[in-house]
């Protein structure tokens, strides 16, 4: 019996020729990755931070939460993470010219190699899995001790197969498969994720992340891509360094193979409070809901695909009255290569406020947050009572297509009839 992808890494990382499911197995860690949030948090003072590191040319410090700093408190925790990444020699992103949301700029710069392993201190590191990687969030001691040793230890789950067929409907993207995916399907708690079948080249790197970044959001542990010949071409052009793309063997086990036909998936919303089975089409929503924010961005919906379908519905429009509409580009490049195409100009004549590349929007750090009783129907990545500030707030998620139409007319929308228009 072969093994599927999240194994064979597994297998590969550990010096182990045959991985199973149940076993346990210590790694050689390839990339990994704090943000500016273990170095602010209330205990980083506490923390002993190492003097020497394993291979300083594997890890990377990437400031992206708070960043700028909001207060006092913060950008003392920055100042640190300023002066860590100076003492040892690592990989560094500050505010300037390469500075953005981790997962993001772990793609633009391909540090996520294909066949390897990556550990990150933020839950949405299952996003490097577009990259054909086996990255997972862990806590800030974990990543600590990664640093001075180069490895790490998991116990390897069983997998979840899915298998897409056919082609998404024009104004459905990724976004709208999670969705539809995290409604039938529910959590995959202890499990990993394999996206491949047929259809699968039909999504592109941009989309490919929304999926593998939004599956923290199912608990899973892995959530990893078959590789093609774009991403090969991908990562040589932005990393030197050798790579193995990994592909299943064609007689690998799953817990299950889920066969996806992406035709009848229409624009998806996830009720208030949570994502777990509280999805639904926009078109059974049944009444208009009011939104006062409409937000785009967060290491699930900030690449330049996202920004260009929401400049698509807003080109020639305007955001209704009272709403306000946040975007978030996930990186400096993005942000910058959105302004060449005039995406940037697009979102501005409509109304957009542009926030620096960062999570403060999601996570409801700054930027954004919510008073009390008000609606937000948002392309981030999780929904949870009190994420974006009132615990009375209610909070919807959804692609940047719903949101932009919903930006224009001030209630949830299904952007399909705005892209009609705009093809006659």
Request: net charge neutral.
């Amino acid at each position: 019996m072969g093994m599927n992808i999240v194994e064979k890494i597994m297998a590969r990382s550990s010096g182990r020729s045959v991985v199973r499911p149940g076993d346990l197995v210590v790694v050689k860690v390839e990339t990994a990755v704090l943000t500016d949030m273990a170095f602010i948090a209330d205990h980083s003072d506490k923390l002993k931070l190492p003097k020497t590191l394993h291979d300083p040319d594997k890890v990377i410090i990437i400031n992206d939460h708070i960043t700028p700093p909001k207060d006092l408190a913060t950008a003392e925790g920055v100042l640190r993470s300023r002066t860590f990444a100076l003492k040892t020699g690592v990989r560094f992103h500050d505010i300037g010219a390469n500075q953005g949301i981790c997962h993001q700029v772990l793609a633009d710069h391909a540090y996520a190699l294909p066949g390897t392993v990556l550990v990150c201190g933020d839950s949405h590191s299952c996003s490097s899995g577009a990259l054909n990687c086996c990255a997972r969030g862990l806590g800030t001691t974990d990543i600590l001790y990664t640093f001075c040793t180069g490895q790490t230890w998991f116990k390897v789950g069983e997998t979840v197969r899915y298998e897409f067929t056919g082609e998404l409907q024009k104004g459905v993207s990724a976004k709208d498969v999670f969705l539809y995916i995290a409604g039938k399907y529910g959590d995959h708690v202890n499990c990993n994720i394999e996206f491949g079948g047929p259809a699968a080249d039909s999504f592109s790197l941009d989309a490919r992340r929304t999926l593998s970044t939004m599956a923290a959001e199912v608990s899973v542990e892995f959530a990893v891509w078959e590789p093609n010949a774009q991403l090969a071409e991908y990562v040589k052009a932005r990393n030197h360094r050798p790579f193995q793309m990994t592909y299943p063997d064609p007689d690998a086990a799953y817990l299950d193979v889920r066969a996806i036909e992406l035709r009848p998936i229409e624009p998806y919303v996830a009720l208030p409070d949570k994502v777990i089975n509280n999805t639904v089409p926009v078109s059974q929503l049944g009444e208009k809901i009011k939104v006062d924010q409409c937000c785009v961005g967060s290491c699930a919906n900030s690449t330049l695909e996202d920004l260009e379908a929401v400049a698509e519905i807003l080109k020639g429009r305007k955001i209704a009255d009272r709403v306000r509409f946040l975007v978030t580009p996930g990186s400096q490049l993005v942000y910058r290569e959105a302004a060449k195409r005039g995406i940037i100009n697009i979102l501005i004549e409509a109304g957009c406020l542009l926030t620096p590349p960062t999570c403060g929007v999601c996570a409801g750090l700054n930027n954004g947050v919510l008073a009390g009783e008000e609606v937000c129907i948002t392309a981030t990545t999780r929904n949870f009572k009190g994420r974006m500030g009132s615990n009375s707030a209610k909070i919807y998620l959804g692609s940047p297509a719903v949101i932009a139409a919903s930006a224009v007319t001030g209630h949830i929308t299904d952007p399909r009839g705005f892209l009609e228009v705009n093809s006659k």
